[in-house]
């Protein structure tokens, strides 16, 4: 790699892991939490830990372990923590004109990275590249999503080991909500995108008693059909000279 774009990496490397850095203030209680919820169900404390370095998610952590915890059939667990992943269609699909260029091993590498707080900063890196153009992108998904698995691991560590100790009343459950939050009101730009989150918002409500966590993928799909419903009709005015779809 010649001198410039060993620059260039570093660079977006260190940019990656500083944007990360924010959001690990709600995730790494998300973490402890997991492992608190893994060493109450029984679950061995190496497994426990193994889950995280290995799955590295974590909606399908909490439901495997609430499902282990109540004795659940492992086809049941399989099928019900693979429904809940299926947001990862879509973000795979949005990544992957950015990934096409990567070498296998990059693309491995940062799939099994990708998370719903790496993805939202990695996408938006894309799209709203830094002045001097997007470079060595890949590196800043690289540093964001090290970084977070880092705090990940550490923080399921804490919780397997120490969790027992984390008084109930502290309620950390509110701090992932949050940082979701955070990522998501940026990312409202326009009305399709306004539009598409308020109605994702408003069916996951609606839905939220279907069984196998069914409720965020119909939200999902709903907000991106109506994102998709409104993005189309302001095209259709631009071209007959109407608004546009900031307005």
């Known amino acids: 790699m010649p001198l410039s774009e060993r620059h260039s990496a570093a660079r977006e490397l260190r940019a990656g892991v500083t944007a990360v850095l924010p959001l690990l203030i709600g995730v790494a209680p998300f973490g402890l939490i997991y ?7 029984g679950l061995p404390a190496a497994m426990g830990q193994a889950m995280s370095l290995l799955v590295f998610a974590g909606a399908s952590q909490f439901l495997a372990v609430g499902l282990i915890g109540t004795g659940a059939p492992w086809p049941i667990l399989l099928v ?3 429904i809940i992943n299926l947001r990862h269609l879509v973000y795979s699909a949005s990544l992957a004109p950015h990934m096409r ?17 790496v993805y939202a900063l990695a996408i938006s890196r894309y799209q709203r590249p830094p002045a001097g153009g997007i470079g060595e992108a ?16 550490s923080s399921t560590a804490v919780g397997i080991y120490l969790g ?55 939200a999902a799909a709903s907000g991106i059909v109506a994102g998709m419903l409104v993005e189309r009709g302001f095209a259709a005015a631009r071209t007959t000279g109407g608004t546009s779809p900031g307005s």
């Open 35 to 41: 492992g608190v919820l893994a060493r109450s169900t």
């Open 80 to 82: 019900t923590t693979a």
């Open 101 to 117: 260029p990567l070498r296998p091993l990059w693309k491995w590498v940062l799939a099994f990275l990708t998370v719903d707080e």
């Open 138 to 153: 890949h590196w800043y998904y690289l540093g964001a999503g090290i970084t977070l698995w880092t705090s990940w691991q």
């Open 164 to 218: 027992a100790k984390v008084p109930a009343a502290w309620g950390l459950d509110f701090t992932l909500a949050l940082t979701f939050i955070g990522l998501l009101v940026p990312a409202l730009t326009d009305r399709a995108s306004r539009t598409a989150a308020a109605t994702a918002g408003i069916v996951a409500v609606l839905s939220w008693g279907l069984p196998l966590k069914l409720g965020l993928v119909v």
